[in-house]
């Protein structure tokens, strides 16, 4: 079936330590993976994608990784600041449409 | 460049009313895609409408319905509301009848009473 894992539910960081997020896919033809940040009360936001040609994107202090023959891709965020805390959404994209996790609330204290 | 427009923010309908949902997608997009957002369920794909054409369709019963105009813009449209209807429903467009470049509405929050 059509299925997205999102692990951990919740995490909880120091300001400075790093995050990391994992999702694990079910459909061989999932190409193409984005991350999403809600903020509470407001609309997800694209933050970084990954195609299924590329296995690591970097953008500033995020990073996403994948790999294909495990359907694993994770998010990777250093440096992590309170601005960062907020709900973290993986999707994989089946068949024209987006499958997303269940979300990771991540909560960076100061 | 404006973003994706839904309209209204909050809605409160009683069980059994139908209730209708706007969504104006960034200018040039051409694709639409509807999610219904909840606490236990997550993010859950609805349908995804392309030059007016339904191009792919969730797991909804048909209670759940849509359509889109020639301006892209699109409506969804669900009849008999149940109190497990109550969440938060988000309008995505893009460019193409592909998810890539998804950009979410704020959404429209609807309670069932």
Redesign the interface.
């Known amino acids: 079936g059509e299925n997205v894992e999102q692990h951990p539910s919740t995490l909880s960081v120091q300001e400075g330590d790093s995050a990391v997020i994992k999702c694990t896919y079910s459909d061989s033809a999932s190409n193409y993976f984005p991350w999403y940040k809600q903020e509470l009360g407001k609309r997800p936001q694209l933050i970084i994608d990954i195609r299924s040609n590329v296995g690591e994107k970097k953008d500033q202090r995020i990073a996403v990784t994948l790999n294909k023959t495990a359907k694993h891709f994770s998010l990777h965020i250093t440096e992590t600041q309170p601005e960062d805390s907020a709900v973290y959404f993986c999707a994989a994209s089946v068949r024209g449409k987006l499958i997303f996790g269940q979300g990771t609330e991540l909560s960076v204290k100061p | 460049k404006a973003g994706v427009t839904q309209t209204p923010r909050y809605l409160i309908k009683t069980r059994g009313q139908q209730v209708t949902l706007s969504c104006s997608p960034i200018s040039g997009h051409r694709s639409v895609?509807w999610?219904q957002q909840t606490p236990g369920q997550?993010?859950?794909?609805l349908f995804?409408y392309f030059s007016e054409t339904q191009?792919?369709k969730?797991n909804f019963p048909g209670r759940f319905s849509g359509r889109q105009f020639s301006n892209s813009r699109s409506e969804m449209n669900v009849s008999t509301l149940e109190l497990g209807d109550s969440a938060l429903y988000?309008c995505a467009s893009s460019l193409e009848?592909?998810?890539?470049?998804?950009?979410?509405?704020?959404?429209t929050r609807l309670t069932v009473v």
């Open positions: 895609s999610y997550g993010l859950q794909f995804e191009r792919n969730g988000l009848t592909k998810t890539y470049g998804y950009t979410f509405g704020s959404g």
